[in-house]
């Protein structure tokens, strides 16, 4: 099994720029989670799906954030237009039936 | 938002040495999880606990759930530069998504 597998590992964008961040969860679990985490407020919860449909985005910071998952078998982040404060380390996780989380190696984004 | 507190922050040690972190909370949680992340990483779960007062042991790490499910502790003994690392703990308020504490940072010296 390769796990969850995040596409790019590093982002570097200008201000303003439209940024998509990719996921592809470990097949066989019907949850997909994204969280970004930074030095000051660790690791928050932007938005998770259950069996493709978002149940929960409360977390997403404001509309600038959407998040999709058109399959179960891929979801993406995008962030339009990128600020600088957006820059953090954003991880796609998923789970099945059993305890536990799986995380990606996460996509770690600077905004400049 | 239910709220993990852990300590310390930071924790920085010799080889061979005992430690523990700790995990709070004024919430009551269904079930409680440690996760490990390394640098560059993302956080790889070490253990689920379920029950008040359940202690579980995986070779020198030792973690116990508290009584009232408030609260966790993760005991290592001997530590080695392999355990180095970002240690999480995450709580599961009923069965819905995980709430991740800030993480002790522990740093082992040969």
């Known amino acids: 099994d390769a796990g969850v597998i995040q596409s790019p590992r590093h982002e570097v964008t200008e201000m303003g720029q439209e940024v998509t961040l990719r996921c592809k969860p470990i097949?066989?679990?019907?949850?997909l989670f994204w969280y970004r985490q930074t030095m000051m407020r660790g690791l928050e919860l932007l938005i998770y799906?259950?069996?493709?449909?978002?149940?929960?985005d409360s977390g997403m910071p404001e509309d600038r954030f959407s998040a999709k998952m058109p399959n179960a078998s891929f979801s993406t982040l995008k962030i339009q237009p990128s600020e600088p404060r957006d820059s953090a380390v954003y991880f796609c996780?998923?789970?099945?039936?059993?305890?536990?989380?799986?995380f990606g190696s996460g996509t770690r984004l600077t905004v400049v | 938002t239910q709220l993990l507190e852990q300590s310390p922050q930071f924790l920085s040690i010799q080889e061979g040495e005992n430690l523990t972190v700790y995990c709070n909370s004024s919430?009551?949680?269904?079930?409680l999880q440690w996760y490990r992340q390394e640098p560059g990483e993302g956080p790889v779960l070490l253990v689920t606990?379920?029950?008040?007062?359940e202690v579980k042991k995986l070779k020198r790490l030792t973690f116990q759930f508290g009584d009232a499910r408030k609260d966790s502790s993760l005991h290592i003994t001997a530590a080695q530069p392999g355990d180095t690392g970002l240690y999480l703990c995450?709580?599961?308020?009923?069965?819905?998504?995980?709430?991740f504490g800030k993480g002790t940072m522990l740093l082992v010296s040969p």
């Open positions: 996780a998923s789970s099945g039936q059993g305890w536990g989380y799986t």
């Open positions: 097949s066989g679990h019907n949850s």
């Open positions: 799906f259950n069996n493709n449909v978002p149940i929960d």
């Open positions: 919430s009551v949680f269904s079930s």
């Open positions: 606990v379920v029950t008040g007062g």
């Open positions: 995450a709580g599961e308020p009923g069965y819905s998504t995980l709430t």
